[in-house]
């Protein structure tokens, strides 16, 4: 099957699902659609970088990790069994 004819059977589908719908409730939808249409969303960053998080740093590297280094604390509490 094509995609064409699935987009076919897709808006077939929907037709058939809404044409029950008042003027009123298709008129709304008539709108909403048309908005949709008109407003440009942003497209997602594709990059690998937002794929794992990665975030940029304003320092070098070698100072961030002496940052968290400082920065940890440890905490050890011996438990009497």
Same mark, same amino acid.
Request: cysteine-free; glycine content about 2%; proline content about 1%.
């Given at each position: 099957?094509?995609?064409?004819?699935?987009?076919?059977?897709?808006?077939?589908?929907?037709?058939?699902?809404?044409?029950?719908?008042?003027?009123?409730?298709?008129?709304?939808?008539? %709108?909403? !659609?048309? +908005?949709?249409? $008109?407003?440009?969303? /942003?497209?997602? &960053?594709?990059?690998?970088?937002?794929?794992?998080?990665?975030?940029?740093?304003?320092?070098?590297?070698?100072?961030?990790? %002496?940052? !968290?280094? +400082?920065?940890? $604390?440890?905490?050890? /509490?011996?438990? &009497?069994?």
């Amino acid at each position: 099957m094509k995609t064409t004819d699935l987009n076919v059977n897709l808006i077939d589908s929907y037709f058939t699902l809404l044409k029950s719908l008042s003027p009123n409730n298709k008129l709304e939808l008539i %709108a909403k !659609l048309s +908005k949709s249409m $008109k407003t440009t969303t /942003k497209t997602e &960053d594709t990059s690998w970088k937002s794929l794992f998080g990665a975030f940029e740093l304003d320092q070098s590297v070698d100072d961030f990790v %002496a940052d !968290l280094k +400082k920065d940890r $604390k440890f905490s050890r /509490k011996s438990i &009497d069994l």
